[in-house]
Antibody, heavy 123, light 102 residues
Framework: QVLLQESGPTLVKPSETLSLTCTVS?????????WGWIRQPPGRGLEWIAS???????YYNPSLRSRVTISVDSSQNQFSLKLTSVTAADTAVYYC????????????????WGLGTLVSVSS | IQLTQSPSYVSAFVGDTVTITCRAS??????LAWYQQRPGKAPKLLIY???TPQSGVPSRFTGSGSGTEFTLTINSLQPEDFASYYC?????FGPGTRVDIK
């Protein structure tokens, strides 16, 4: 069973950097698949943030690209998210997920998700 | 790609059949996935590639459609099916449909 667990500060001050780590168990992050972050503001819908392959191939939501960095650490079987210059609009539950992105097979989805962590932006 | 879902809210009885529609602004696409999200929980993948059920998903959940219009049908609603449902195409998610108990 593939398990993912988000960790990081739950309260971040405006203008500071939000940093989260996702620890994966039951599957090696270097064995394939992309690894992604999705967020959900309270009471609202889902928004994809970024995804990365273990080789360093990354892609970002254009609306967040200038503030986001995603990276994969195969030695720790983890991947991480950094979001700079946060505002109250970045308050959300942040999920990490395994991301199947295979254009040739028609498979494009997030099949295993972490439980999510609520990050609030407030002074 | 912009996704719309209809209805945004539906109230139904246990045992009813519910149909949710997802429309994409661009197409055709074959990368349509459906998720179920219970309150306070992470989304759960139900269907991918428009009609392929994820392993372990009950057979009462079926996906159909092609091009830019897709449907999730839930037959014989069970108490645990009352949740929100989201469609996804590539990096875009739909706004969601909430299914409540009548």
């Amino acid at each position: 069973q593939v398990l993912l667990q988000e960790s990081g500060p739950t309260l971040v001050k405006p203008s500071e950097t939000l940093s989260l780590t996702c620890t994966v168990s039951g599957y090696s992050v270097s064995s394939g698949y992309y690894w992604g972050w999705i967020r959900q503001p309270p009471g609202r819908g889902l928004e994809w943030i970024a995804s990365s392959y273990h080789t360093g191939n990354t892609y970002y939501n254009p609306s967040l690209r200038s503030r986001v960095t995603i990276s994969v650490d195969s030695s720790q079987n983890q991947f991480s998210l950094k979001l700079t210059s946060v505002t109250a609009a970045d308050t959300a539950v942040y999920y990490c997920a395994r991301h199947e992105a295979s254009y040739t097979s028609g498979k494009y989805f997030f099949d295993f998700w972490g439980l999510g962590t609520l990050v609030s932006v407030s002074s | 790609i912009q996704l719309t879902q209809s209805p945004s809210y539906v109230s139904a009885f246990v045992g009813d059949t519910v149909t949710i529609t997802c429309r994409a602004s661009q197409g055709p696409t074959k990368y349509l996935a459906w998720y179920q999200q219970r309150p306070g929980k992470a989304p759960k993948l139900l269907i991918y590639a428009a009609y392929t059920p994820q392993s372990g998903v009950p057979s009462r959940f079926t996906g159909s459609g092609s091009g830019t219009e897709f449907t999730l049908t839930i037959n014989s609603l069970q108490p645990e099916d009352f949740a929100s449902y989201y469609c996804q195409v590539l990096e875009s998610f739909g706004p969601g449909t909430r299914v409540d108990i009548k």
